[in-house]
Each structure stands twice: as structure tokens, then as C-alpha cells.
């Protein structure tokens, strides 16, 4: 099993990548953004919660996103292995991540997308225009960009105190960036083999 988080601020553009990984390495994309704004659309009692906290650029209580994890993964076997994106997004959520995975080969790699924050702030903007996602807005993407240092960029020292952590440029072209995961990849998929 090949399981990958990728990691990053708001807007490093971690959906996109996830995307293209999907494709080439047929891992289950694991996308707690989306699964959140699913149970939105439902209006699920989580997804009234979470649209109130999601809206103000706050993070969903952790116990909750850990039981919505911990239920994706045990209805989703994979034998290839799962990309994570979005979660951790603190340190508890992190370690749950560990005990979920230990059966499971655990965390392979943790790609972290590294993205100046004018970069972030532009892209964030523009996909609030064009995807009307109703966190794009210039309040919100301050809170968020505050609470992504605040809670989860202590994740970066965490994963590479395990020696997991590999960290790539975001902000060039999403070929050039893809072209670095890639190289990360293959050698991890050769080295399984
Ligand atoms: P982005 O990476 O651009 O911030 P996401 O789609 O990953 O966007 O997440 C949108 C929002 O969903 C977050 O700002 C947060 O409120 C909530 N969310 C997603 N994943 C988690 C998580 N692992 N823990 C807590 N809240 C989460």
C-alpha cells in the first residue's frame, strides 16, 4: 500500500495535484474538504455544524473529522493505498492518522506544497470568483491562512522529525510541480516492489 498525505496552506493547490496522483498511481483520494461539503449539500446534522465553522475559516472539532475519517477508510478498502488531502490538519489528527493507518502500512511520504502566502491570497481570490466557494472571501481567507499556521503548520516539524517530509515548490506551473511529485513517487513505488 502507497499512502500519501499531501499538505499545504489554502490555495498550494493540494486538490489539483491530488488529482493527477489519482490518475497515475490509482490511489483513493481522500478529500476532507469535499466529504465536508457533501454533508453541506445533504444538510446532515454534520454539515450544519460545519458549514457555520467552514464559512468563518475555522476548523471542524477534531473528534468529529476523526470519526468521519476513520469511517471513509473502513468502507473504502484499497489495496493501493489512499491520498490524504486536508487531513491532518492538527497534531491530534495527525497521530489518528498513525493508529488508523498502522495495520495499513502507515504514511509512506507527506508531500508538502510550499506556496508564498501573495501567491495563496491571489489564487484563493480568483477560485472565490470562478467556483463561488463561499470560504473565498477576503475575511475568510485571512482567518484561514491564521489558523493554518496556528494549528497546522506544527505538522511540517512533526513529519519530518519522522523522516516522512519531503518539501516542494507550489508555486510554479502545475506540470513543473507534478513533475516533482512524480520523481518523489516513483522511486517510493520502485522501492516497494
Ligand atoms: P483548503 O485546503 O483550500 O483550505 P479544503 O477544501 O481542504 O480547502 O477545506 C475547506 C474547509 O473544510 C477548511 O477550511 C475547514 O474548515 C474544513 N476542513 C477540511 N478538512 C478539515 C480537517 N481535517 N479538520 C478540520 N476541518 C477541516
Known sequence: ML????????????????ELIVEKYHLSHIST??????????????????RKLIETGQLVP???????????LKSNPNKQGFIFDGFPRTIA???ALGQLLDDNGGIAVV???????????????KRG????????????IQNRLKV??????????????????FTIKGSY????????????????VYQNK
Open 3 to 18: 499512502n500519501v498525505v499531501i499538505f499545504g496552506a489554502p490555495g498550494c493547490g493540494k486538490g489539483t495535484q491530488s
Open 33 to 50: 474538504g469535499n466529504v465536508l461539503r457533501t454533508e453541506i449539500e445533504k444538510k446532515t446534522e454534520l454539515g450544519k455544524l460545519a
Open 93 to 95: 489528527q495527525g497521530n
Open 173 to 188: 506551473s502545475v506540470e513543473d510541480v507534478f513533475e516533482s511529485i512524480k520523481e518523489i513517487l516513483d522511486r517510493l
Open 148 to 165: 493554518y499556521k496556528d494549528q497546522t503548520e506544527p505538522l511540517i516539524a512533526y513529519y519530518k522529525k519522522q523522516g516522512k517530509l
Open 111 to 125: 508531500l508538502n506544497l510550499d506556496v508564498e502566502e501573495k501567491i495563496l491570497i491571489e489564487r484563493l481570490l
Open 62 to 72: 477534531d473528534d468529529l473529522i476523526i470519526k468521519m475519517l476513520s469511517d471513509i
Open 129 to 140: 470568483e470562478e467556483q463561488n466557494r463561499h470560504d473565498d472571501t477576503p475575511e475568510t
